[in-house]
């Protein structure tokens, strides 16, 4: 078992990297205006056909200048435990043909016979150890890939339902737990916790210090908040519409990434398509949130098909020199931008939602003095 340990101890981070720059940020109500602003540049800058201003005028809006304290940390690379398993298996090949060589022996020769035997038994135990080995590995790099599915669900978020996090990983509820309660033993997410019953993961001390301070009032919140889902089997109409716009241009995302095949861009679409994905998903999960994404839908990911499109363009024609190198440098340098501008914009969506959480918590403090 050490030399799994050891493994993740060098994946493990510290209990908390702290990026927060609270001084002279805006307020939330500052970032409405914001999609309307990149939209104006990046389209004055396609009409000029000029994309070397759009990074750095982009980089000068509220959202790009946003940064959160990080509590979900990356997981375990599963490269090194992929080559552990192949020289396993090439190790137990190996004792297997032994073994093989030591029945063979006491089959067919009465002199070695007591040898033979130590022979297999060595052998087998060797086997034995390597499968044992094999196996464990197998565990590590499945929970390495479930975690990444936390990790992605997580990372921008500093509570969340269990449930949702099942539903939306589609893994079971009682492995998700397990799972998280490992994540916070190997110090992936250092900080976090879990409400009474393991309804809710908490991943900061701060929100879970507040979380004590009335825990009766807040599982009673909880608990009408996962009621109030179990009954909304459906979506309406306009969540639905608003989903199926956020899955249309995820799509496209993915399309322009295959049209691209450009190894640093891949990795970048990558990124953009996952931010996308989990802005909408949380539409779904909290409706009452989509008036917040108005703007963001009719400015933000229009600005970013036409980005793509005009790389597209640039890239199809083949033309080699000075000015369509620095044409492409240019938009990859924008669609950075546009990625921090995204996660910006899901940290304030975040922040927004867990406002809207201590204020029907203070309501319902005050409903409860009342009686």
Request: hydrophobic letters at 35%.
């Amino acid at each position: 078992m050490s030399i799994f340990k050891k493994k993740f101890a060098k994946e493990q981070k510290e209990s908390i990297v702290v990026e927060q720059e609270d001084n002279g940020l805006p307020e939330i109500s500052s970032y409405e205006q914001e999609p309307e602003k990149v939209a104006e540049i990046v389209n004055n800058s396609l009409k000029k056909g000029y994309f070397s201003e759009i990074s750095q005028k982009i980089e000068s809006l509220p959202s790009t200048g946003y940064k959160r304290t990080q509590y979900v940390f990356e997981g375990p690379k599963t490269g090194g435990f992929l080559w552990f398993i192949t020289m396993c298996t090439i190790v137990s090949a190996c004792f297997l043909y032994f073994a093989a060589m030591g029945l063979g022996m006491h089959l067919y020769s009465n002199d070695y016979e007591q040898y033979s035997l130590l022979f297999m038994c060595g052998s087998g135990v060797f086997i034995c150890i390597n499968i044992f080995l094999i196996v464990l590995s197998i565990k590590v790099i499945q929970f390495a890939k479930r975690y990444e599915k936390y990790y992605e669900l997580l990372q921008y978020k500093n509570v969340e339902i269990i449930d949702d996090i099942s539903n939306c990983a589609k893994i079971p509820y009682n492995r998700v737990v397990a799972d998280l309660m490992l994540s916070v033993k190997k110090k992936m997410i250092p900080q976090g916790h879990f409400t009474t019953d393991n309804l809710v993961f908490i991943a900061s001390d701060e929100l879970y210090s507040k979380y004590e301070s009335d825990r009766p009032t807040y599982d009673r919140y909880y608990k009408q908040l996962i009621e109030e889902r179990i009954r909304m089997e459906e979506r309406s109409a306009e969540i639905q519409k608003i989903i199926d716009i956020g899955q249309e241009y995820v799509e496209k995302i993915h399309n322009s990434n295959h049209l691209i095949k450009d190894k640093e861009i891949t990795l970048k679409l990558n990124k953009m398509e996952k931010l996308v994905s989990a802005i909408f998903r949380e539409v779904d999960l909290n409706p009452h949130q989509s008036n917040k994404l108005g703007m963001f839908i009719n400015y933000y990911l229009p600005t970013t098909e036409k980005l793509l499109n005009a790389y597209i363009d640039i890239n199809e024609k083949k033309i080699e020199g000075n000015n369509i190198a620095k044409a492409k440098k240019d938009i990859e340098q924008a669609i950075d931008m546009l990625i921090v501008s995204f996660e910006g914009i899901l940290n304030q969506f975040y922040e927004s939602i867990e406002m809207d959480i201590s204020g029907e918590i203070a309501v319902m403090e005050k409903m409860k003095n009342k009686k």
